[in-house]
């Protein structure tokens, strides 16, 4: 279960037709969580262009007994 996302910062908008990468790399575990980083890159393939970064942000997910 996400219980929390921080610090989401949009750097510009997705243009229709683009290729969309999500890259995460693990901060932090605990004994119930798991503190991730985000990444959001554009590419769009018909045109030779640099990946864009377009967002990125902080994602923090809690293990809940049911």
Excluded: R
């Amino acid at each position: 279960m996400t219980v929390a996302i921080q610090n989401l910062h949009f750097t510009s908008p997705v243009k229709v037709g683009a290729t969309v990468s999500c890259y995460t790399k693990v901060v932090k575990t605990g004994k119930t969580f798991e503190q991730t980083n985000v990444e959001v890159w554009t590419s769009n393939i018909s045109i030779i262009d640099k990946p864009t970064k377009m967002a990125d942000g902080e994602f923090v997910f809690v293990a809940i007994d049911d």
